[in-house]
Nanobody, 127 residues
């Protein structure tokens, strides 16, 4: 069982930056893909970014490419999402997720059903 806790959300003006952090309760380097999802009110949860266990395979949603960067530190059991050039449409609850055996296929790597463990979320508001 892996427990995930996000932090770093907040309110920023458009064009600003935030760095989200996710700490895992258990060892995550052994095969867990780490990902960030977001969900705005009235919308489905969507995948934002995903990193393979070793960090070599990364996917981003088209809407955040060039602005967001996912990273992880397996020794610290941490995952991060650096968000730059934030836009009002980035406003959402952001969730950290961990999953085993997530395919290295762009269309599949950010499906919510591929991830077994989820954090409680951290709110990001861009005005």
């Amino acid at each position: 069982q892996v427990q995930l806790v996000e932090s770093g959300g907040g309110s920023v003006q458009a064009g600003g930056s935030l760095r989200l952090s996710c700490v895992a309760s258990s060892y995550i380097a052994g095969g867990y893909c780490m990902a960030w999802f977001r969900q705005a009110p009235g919308s489905e949860r969507e995948g934002v970014a995903r990193m393979s266990p070793g960090g070599s395979v990364i996917y981003y949603a088209d809407s955040v490419k060039g602005r967001f960067t996912i990273s992880r530190d397996n020794a610290k059991q941490m995952a991060y999402l650096q968000m730059n050039s934030l836009k009002p449409e980035d406003t959402a609850m952001y969730y950290c997720a961990a999953g085993l055996s997530v395919p290295n296929v762009p269309n599949l790597a950010l499906e919510t059903r591929r991830y077994h463990y989820w954090g409680q979320g951290t709110q990001v508001t861009v005005s």
